[in-house]
């Protein structure tokens, strides 16, 4: 695979530590109302790696929830903002810490950052990130779209070219009908979508209750090249995992696309390991 990596442009863009946001009642789809954290914060005991359904929660978000304190500007950060690029903590007593961008929440409009000292930081820390994804292209499959990912990291996924199509690692494959909340959105480079966990029996079925943050997925038939989630046969979009399962009616673990094909080109293979924690 060849890409145009020197040519996409790396910008800053400054973030700070969000406040965690709660909306109580939750209502699941049963009608029942839950008293549990929401979205937001720094979260101590979840983080890149973790089972995405191991918290009592509503959309819990891994590890450093951050945004930027202007809406206008923070909707810029959302579009720019790449799975696995860098980022520092540019004030307060973690001054100095490095991590890297893991995801990215839509609606609540948060980016989401692994820091492996995450108790050193406070809410309001400001992070500095280096954008860095947005514009990448493989050069010699014009129909395959990159989104929301770092070059470098893409260059670490392991994916095999065989007979002009692009076999693609994953741990899990979401079918088009398991599919919810985000579908419809118009700019896939600033959002994620959920994977609709309604009917845990299915999910469990599927093995889709294994699912980490972090890991990397492929949703079937669906084309996100022009907006999120559109069902089209033989489509498929690759994504990674990037915040928790909750119970509202519609909504599950979130995914942020970082590839789509709409013919074919690119084939999911089930493993049991592939998470971007592996390769940063």
Known sequence: MITNKDKVVKLSIMVEVAHPVVRIPVLDGEGNAH?????????????????????????IEPDVSTKNSDAKLNDTCMTLACIGNEAEVVSGDAKGMKGFVIGKHGGVDHILVYFKEKEKLRVGDKIQIKAWGQGLELTDYPEVRIYNIDPKLFEKIPIEEKDGKLIVPVTAEIPAHLTGSGIGASNPADTDYDINTHDMEEIKRLGIDKIKIGDIVAIKDHYSGFGVGGYRKDAVSIGVVVHSNCVKTGHGPGVVVIMTSANGIIEPKKVSQMNIKDFI
């Open 35 to 59: 008293y549990f954290p929401g979205v937001g914060g720094i979260t101590y005991n979840f983080g890149l790696g973790d089972n995405a359904f191991k918290m009592h929660g509503d959309h």
